[in-house]
């Protein structure tokens, strides 16, 4: 075996089965993780210096074949749904010895030793081994990066084995087909194949801790974003993915705790993570400056084109995919916060992408309606972000997050609901998708006017405003808002046809109301009464 400098534990890799037959480079630089990839063909450098890549077959996540392994610690406490899909454990040690048994072939392997959670009382040690170098690549942005110190003394406590170039057999693996990711706590283990989509590293670790936290920590983990103000007021973006978390909470006039998952203790917000994973299509330096100075040395691109001729990169290009993504550490952005620790947050915003065009674009939540649409979870999926999706298509995903929550849902709305209440948080809802009509129709909302609007509810100037509820969904909108054309603050008001929109707004409504009947039995009263009028 050829290894760098710090000395690796082949130990430990050996009891995995893997046979010291590869090269295998332990914790690379970036530098030397991008000669790698170059040297492999995994990529090339565009014109700053970031590598870009292409993913293959999968440029976002594959939901139906993720799999959790169920067994005497998952049965009775999983919440198994079309999310939380159950593997037989045998299958978990099939395919443990397929991706073994691959890895073993290889001429080269990259592993690093790694962690999550800003918060050291709740680190998790992390150890990936990968068949490619943009994947490992992907892990140092991504993950928190122990010291040399810290290295002599590590031990993992999970470990993500990565092969996206394996096949798996469906029949011999229990699988739906040749690519799956399979999470098993007894074991402590991810397994991914078959799939180079660097999301699923990310995702499998994120889920993970929205079990282990809640469920034996006691902290309320979270799909959202953070930043703070300089008088350490924190704010947190809950949404799913391309409604706008990561642009929202880059703010240059606060500091950015991190862009997409969190846990909230008794006494802090902590970053589950060490870098940002931001959509690329259609980014500019003029609407997200922090995000395009990022791609440098060191970031990693995936699944875009460059112009013809150039190196430069085409972000408006959907070719490959509308799922354009861009992994860089946090400290490329200018005003990250080190360690990313923030305070108890003040104001709390629901980001929803509504295809329908009929939410406001910003809108006051009473606790019981916080509640009704945290549990609901409204938005719509963006294409490319999910296999199968190519143009806006609305859902519900409970917590704005129901693909990664192993636990039932009510578990984490009760713990935030109980935090909201107890520390007063102020919530927002705000629509970042479609205004003046539905899409194909209407226009997407521009992201200064949404900026101007969250900072408005941060810097307290809409208290002082006055509030109208909308007829149906009962949220109050306020009569204006510095640097928003009034107008646009009524969705009502935008639309040509009126009698349209009421009729959407009602559809609407009654798809609320549907997908909560799943959750009415257990929730109370005053909840169930901020549901939308039909």
Known sequence: MSVPTVNIPIQELTRLGLKETATLHYQLSPEELVQDALRTGEGVLNDTGALVIQTGEFTGRSPKDKFTVKDEITESTVNWNDFNLPIEEKYFHVIREKIVAHLNKANELWVRDCYACADPRYRLNIRVVNEKA?????????????????????????????????????????????????????????????????????????????????????????????????????????????????????????????????????????????????????????????????????????????????????????????????????????????????????????????????????????????????????????AGTEAGVTEPKSTFSACFGAPFLPLHPGRYAAMLGEKMKRHRVRVWLINTGWTGGAYGTGSRMKLSYTRAMISAALEGKLDKMDYHNHPIFGIAIPEGCPGVPTELLDPRNTWADKAAYDKAAQNLAAQFVKNFEKYAAGVQEEILAAAPKI
Not at 256 to 267: F, K, R, S, V
Request: some cysteine; overall charge negative.
């Open 134 to 382: 943009f994947t490992n690549l992907f892990a140092y942005n991504m993950f928190l990066r122990p010291t040399e110190e810290e290295l002599e003394t590590f031990q993992p406590e999970w470990t993500i084995l990565s092969a996206p170039d394996l096949k798996l057999d469906p029949q011999e693996c229990g699988t739906r087909q040749h690519n799956a990711a399979v999470v098993s706590f007894k074991h402590k283990m991810i397994l991914i194949a078959g799939t180079g989509y660097t999301g699923e590293t990310k995702k499998g670790i994120f889920s993970v801790l929205n079990y282990i936290l809640p469920h034996e920590k006691g902290v309320l983990s979270m799909h959202c974003s953070a930043n703070m103000g300089e008088n350490g007021d924190t704010a947190l973006f809950f949404g799913l993915s391309g409604t706008g978390k990561t642009t929202l909470s880059a703010d240059p006039n606060r500091k950015l705790i991190g862009d997409d998952e969190h846990g909230w203790t008794n006494d802090n917000i902590f970053n589950f993570e060490g870098g940002c994973y931001a959509k690329t299509i259609d980014l500019s330096e003029e609407k997200e400056p922090e995000i395009y100075h990022a791609i440098r040395p060191g970031a990693l691109v995936e699944n875009t084109t460059f112009f013809p001729g150039t190196k430069t990169i085409d972000f408006s290009s959907k070719q490959i995919t509308e799922n354009t993504r861009v992994s860089y550490p946090l400290n490329y952005i200018s005003n990250a916060l080190e360690p990313s620790i923030g305070e108890i947050p003040q104001n709390i915003f629901f980001l929803t992408c509504d295809a329908s065009g009929v939410l406001p674009p910003i809108s006051k939540l009473t606790p019981a309606q916080a509640m009704y649409q945290f549990i609901s979870g409204y938005t719509a999926k963006v």
